[in-house]
């Protein structure tokens, strides 16, 4: 039976994981405090953020908010890297970060994305390669938008030509008048 403080923190890590999209765990043995807090930074300007907790923790929280286990990634000092909306977006922010020179230390483990799909390390690239919510949604857009102006064009079409049939017949009778 887990102590009050630690049922507290198992509350607070459910709390989070009911809110978000993806969990990519991450390495951290042998970054400094000043690369952990700048790679927060970078997490939260992605919309996620990044929590430490105790693999057995993150466990009981998994199992309680009823997702997916990744025994095989839960071995060793992680952070949980949460995503809040855009998981694509917090998967660049760690992938970059890491490919950074000096940050080599964080090291991306896997990924838990919707609470049912387990990501090994390849898949985690793939999605942090892919476009932004926000790209992805334009695309969309774009795409259903463009037979509706192609329909406008053509529709406009016998208008613009009776007008400039018009302004031709105008120019000629002044061309003959004068």
Request: with cysteine; proline share 3%.
């Given at each position: 039976?887990?102590?009050?403080?630690?049922?507290?923190?198992?509350?607070?890590?459910c709390?989070?994981?009911?809110?978000?999209?993806?969990?990519?765990?991450?390495?951290?043995?042998?970054?400094?405090?000043?690369?952990?807090?700048?790679?927060?930074?970078?997490?939260?300007k992605?919309?996620?953020?990044?929590?430490?907790?105790?693999?057995?923790?993150?466990?009981?929280?998994?199992?309680?908010?009823?997702?997916?286990?990744?025994?095989?990634?839960?071995?060793?000092?992680?952070?949980?890297?949460?995503?809040?909306?855009?998981?694509?977006?917090?998967?660049?922010?760690?992938?970059?970060f890491?490919?950074?020179?000096?940050n080599?230390?964080?090291?991306?483990?896997?990924?838990?994305?919707?609470?049912?799909?387990?990501?090994?390390?390849?898949?985690?690239?793939?999605?942090?390669?892919?476009?932004?919510?926000?790209?992805?949604?334009?695309?969309?857009?774009?795409?259903?938008?463009?037979?509706?102006?192609?329909?406008?064009?053509?529709?406009?079409?016998?208008q613009?030509?009776?007008?400039?049939?018009?302004?031709?017949?105008?120019?000629?009778?002044?061309?003959?008048?004068?």
């Open positions: 039976m887990p102590t009050q403080a630690k049922r507290e923190h198992i509350d607070m890590l709390e989070a994981l009911n809110k978000s999209d993806a969990v990519i765990i991450v390495e951290y043995r042998g970054l400094t405090v000043k690369k952990i807090s700048e790679v927060r930074r970078l997490i939260r992605a919309g996620g953020e990044m929590k430490v907790s105790k693999n057995t923790l993150m466990r009981i929280a998994l199992k309680e908010c009823g997702m997916i286990q990744a025994p095989e990634y839960d071995c060793g000092p992680n952070g949980y890297v949460i995503s809040y909306g855009d998981a694509a977006a917090v998967a660049k922010a760690v992938r970059d890491a490919k950074e020179k000096g080599e230390a964080l090291v991306v483990k896997g990924a838990i994305l919707g609470g049912q799909q387990l990501l090994n390390q390849q898949q985690v690239f793939a999605l942090a390669d892919l476009p932004s919510k926000e790209q992805l949604l334009a695309q969309v857009v774009g795409t259903i938008a463009a037979p509706l102006r192609g329909l406008v064009t053509v529709l406009s079409g016998p613009r030509n009776f007008v400039t049939v018009l302004s031709q017949i105008k120019d000629k009778k002044e061309e003959t008048a004068a």
